[in-house]
């Protein structure tokens, strides 16, 4: 599409466009429209919530048992979201912001487009990579993968599966499928004792989120108390494969070490999980500044205390600005949601800064357990930045080794090593590879991940058709 094309594009004009039905956008669109201005939510689901909120509005109350209350919870913000009058746009799929606050979309086939006056992207987290031999094989998924079917459509798995990784993701699924009374066949972590020492010169803060402290370890306790094996300390993780009878290769088993020992567990069901970080694809399309987050092992944009960019009028809230949960995140989106009311006249600063900080003390007890999750649950380098004949990008069936040779040819960062290789050029625009590729890169220049940056990302940031386009 050329760019008199876009400039002859009918923009529909409003106050304020807030992109994502998480805890973020949700809390952050019912503030702004409270106000009395013109809101407008985006999303790509057919209902809101969000991925940790998934399904919410119509989930009965034996999936609310199985996933939780603190999933249950999720039905408050929701209903706060309705009362607000903010206008819900379902199935739309936000393909470009630009740094003028225009936003455009696509929904049934069709493209459309808002001014906005500002924007609130709350666009979430993504699961970190998780590259180690076999991870591409098909009975291999995600975690969250594994827990969106389960919110969204009560599926689970018909096999038992074996999770692996770290992350309280990981457990709370675990919690979940126990619940649900879904056999597990083992749970493989990669905590070591080192990560738990790590982790006890925070835990004086953590103890301070006490509520959120104990919740973690009834997951665990659950787990334990239901007989999953859960092997700790695990090492060298590979995803064996066997031949089916049509002749494809599916996943078989999980071969790993721990303290020297071998294991291997035979499944074909394998769930993976080290975290999750960032989806700042939006972010980084809008040339906003970003830093290396070296405590969660990701970048992370700058903003202000409002979560402001310093693209002005655009705002970052919840975890796409750093992982600090679903409560925390909605509290995030208070704080925006405030910060453009006052911006456009619609609350004075008084009233801005007396909500403010109400919300803020909460945060501050909400987020006291990060530092210690963060190093507790920190991943291992292994498992982060593989051996050469591991495939780190999977769109592209790029492997770690090759992007190695880049660097021995002259490759300095990931957007060179699009020309080398094709890496990060997939369907997935390096969302599953980005954080893998720069690591690797670094290491082996031997310099920091923020020296080597990431890839440069251009719209449209989803897919969309030039006949979609040119239709409107």
């Known amino acids: ?120 992207l709350a666009t979430g987290a993504l699961e970190r990579p998780f590259p ?79 509520p959120l402290l104990s919740k973690g370890l009834q997951l665990i306790r659950t787990l334990r108390e239901a007989g999953v094996p859960i092997h700790e300390a695990a090492d060298d993780l590979c995803i064996d494969a066997k031949t089916d009878e049509d002749g494809v290769e599916r996943a078989a088993a999980l071969s790993f070490t721990t303290h020297g020992h071998a294991h291997r567990i035979d499944a074909s069901v394998f769930l993976l999980h080290q975290g999750v970080v960032p989806n700042m694809q939006f972010a980084l399309s809008l040339r906003a500044q970003h830093h290396w987050d070296a405590a969660q092992l990701c970048f992370a944009p700058v903003t202000d205390l409002w979560g402001e960019l310093d693209v002005p009028g655009i705002f970052i809230a919840g975890d796409g600005g750093g992982i600090i949960g679903a409560q925390a995140a909605a509290g995030e989106g208070a704080l925006a949601g405030l910060a453009v009311a006052e911006q456009l006249g619609a609350i004075d600063l008084p009233t801005r800064d007396r909500e403010a900080s109400l919300h803020r003390r909460r945060l501050a007890d909400m987020t006291r357990i990060r530092p210690f999750l963060d190093s507790l649950y920190r991943p291992r380098d292994a498992n982060r930045i593989p051996a050469d004949d591991t495939i780190v990008c999977r769109c592209e069936e790029v492997t770690a080794g090759e992007v190695r040779s880049f660097v021995s040819l002259g490759c300095l960062g990931p957007n060179q090593a699009k020309s080398f290789g094709r890496c990060g050029m997939g369907p997935c625009q390096g969302r599953m590879c980005g954080l893998t590729v720069t690591e690797i890169i670094a290491r082996a220049r031997n310099v920091a991940p923020e020296t080597v940056g990431y890839y440069r990302i251009r719209p449209p940031i989803k897919p969309v058709t030039l006949g979609e386009m040119a239709g409107d």
């Open 132 to 210: 180690i031999p076999g991870w591409t094989l098909p009975g291999v998924f995600t975690a969250g993968a594994a827990q969106i079917l389960l919110k969204s459509a009560g599926e689970v798995p018909a096999e038992p599966p074996v999770l692996v990784g770290c992350g309280p993701l990981l457990y709370l699924l675990g919690w979940q499928y126990v619940r649900a009374g879904v056999p597990i066949r083992a749970l493989v972590e990669t905590t070591r004792n080192e990560d738990r020492w790590r982790a006890k010169r925070h835990v004086l803060s953590a103890l301070r989120a006490w």
């Open 1 to 120: 599409m050329t760019a008199e094309h876009i400039a002859e594009l009918h923009y529909e004009p409003v106050d304020v466009v807030v992109v994502g039905a998480g805890p973020a956008g949700l809390t952050a669109a019912a503030r702004a429209a409270n106000a009395g201005l013109s809101v407008v939510l985006l999303d790509e689901q057919d209902a809101v919530g969000g991925q940790i909120y998934r399904g919410i509005g119509h989930a009965d109350a034996g999936r609310k048992h199985i996933l939780g209350p603190d999933y249950a919870a999720g039905a408050t913000i929701a209903d706060a979201f309705t009362r607000s009058g903010a206008r819900h746009v379902a199935n739309a799929s936000v393909w470009q912001v630009t740094r003028e606050r225009g936003v455009h979309y696509l929904k049934d086939g069709k493209v459309g487009s808002f001014q906005a006056q500002r924007v609130i």
